[in-house]
């Protein structure tokens, strides 16, 4: 009896162990698990960041956008104050900028701006070369010319004569150079101005290449990566016609004198001051003409053209140009020799105005 109970004890213990074997043999590695799951993960977040990315990317670039148009705005404001500022006077601001340099650009623009100051006489000067001037007056009433330019003041008598007269100086144009011509009273009779003025470049980079902002002269060009030049704000050249039918032009150079690179980084402190306000033209003028040239890219003057040129553009299409009173072509009507103003006989009230800003880090 004892020994059948033994061997029905014995047959069962075998058949547990058996079973257990089995199960042992199904079951997942602990490790094993947590390495797949570690693997589904990664997976699922490389996918996501896959997905994301290029919206991500985007973000970054309008962020980046932002703040160089915001940077642009913030020292187009303190050039303004800094212009109308007394000569010598200033201020310091430091700037939070993101992913974005400053730096001059050097002669971005170059003006010139005539106009007679007495309606008895029409007077034309022509720049020959670097050191001549052509001066023809249409009533011989020009009796002596005055040429200024940095340091250097030139004064000469001029013969009466019906042919272009001849003047030779020792003034530089390399920056500006005015030039006026007196009757036989010292009255002013006509004065002809060059100004070339700098301005700054904001460059940004994003994620296709470089976004760039040139500041120069009041007006603001913008390029995208891959993109062409665009004139996003006009200089300052406005027209007006007052209440008492009188006409008002006024013109507003800004010439921002830097060197080199203003800076980089999160924060830039820049100093703006004050080489003080010029006065080129103020009071009644007659037979008014300006032309402007910028050497940031080809299409910019002709985005100025077609800005100024829009109304007259119309008018003469419609056949009005009689009674256009605005900008017009001052020869050629593309606007390619300059501009002038059809002012249809109404008294004309002519202002030019210089700031000057001294840029530095």
Not at 112 to 134: K, P
Not at 308 to 319: C, N, P
Request: glycine letters at 8%; charged letters at 15%.
């Amino acid at each position: 009896m004892i020994r059948g109970c033994v061997n029905l004890v014995n047959r069962a213990s075998v058949q547990f162990a058996s079973h257990r074997r089995v199960g042992d043999e199904r079951a997942v590695s602990e490790v094993l698990g947590v390495v797949m799951l570690l693997a589904m993960v990664i997976t699922i977040m490389g996918g996501v960041w896959i997905f994301l990315n290029p919206y991500l990317s985007d973000f970054e670039d309008n962020t980046n956008w932002n703040s160089a148009t915001g940077l642009a705005e913030r020292i187009e404001d303190r050039l303004e104050v800094a212009g109308n500022a007394p000569e010598g006077t200033g201020f310091r601001n430091t700037l939070a900028i993101q992913s974005t340099a400053i730096r001059s650009v050097q002669n971005i623009e170059h003006w010139t701006i005539a106009a007679d100051l007495t309606d008895g006489e029409r007077i034309a000067i022509r720049q020959v070369n670097d050191t001549t001037f052509g001066v023809l007056t249409a009533n011989e009433t020009a009796r002596s010319i005055r040429v200024e330019s940095p340091g250097v003041v030139y004064e000469q008598q001029l013969p009466v004569s019906h042919l272009e007269v001849f003047v030779t100086h020792n003034a530089s144009a390399s920056h500006w150079i005015s030039v006026t011509v007196y009757g036989a009273d010292n009255e002013p009779l006509h004065r002809h101005v060059s100004w070339t003025v700098s301005g700054l470049q904001i460059t940004t980079s994003l994620g296709q290449g470089e976004h760039q902002i040139v500041l120069m002269n009041n007006a603001r060009a913008e390029r995208f990566p891959n993109e062409a030049w665009e004139v996003s704000a006009m200089p300052l050249v406005e027209f007006d016609r007052m209440a008492n039918d009188e006409l008002r032009l006024s013109i507003l150079l800004t010439d921002i004198i830097a060197n080199g690179s203003i800076g980089s980084g999160s924060n830039v402190g820049m100093q703006f001051v004050s080489q003080g306000p010029l006065t080129l033209f103020s009071g009644r003028a007659y037979n008014v003409n300006f032309n402007v040239h910028n050497a940031l890219h080809d299409v910019i003057s002709p985005q100025y053209h077609n800005n100024w040129l829009a109304d007259y553009t119309i008018e003469r299409s419609a056949g009005t140009l009689d009674t256009f009173i605005g900008f017009s072509p001052y020869e050629r009507a593309s606007g390619a020799d300059g501009f002038s103003v059809s002012s249809q006989a109404f008294p004309l009230y002519f202002e030019v105005d210089v700031q000057r800003v001294e840029v530095s880090s």
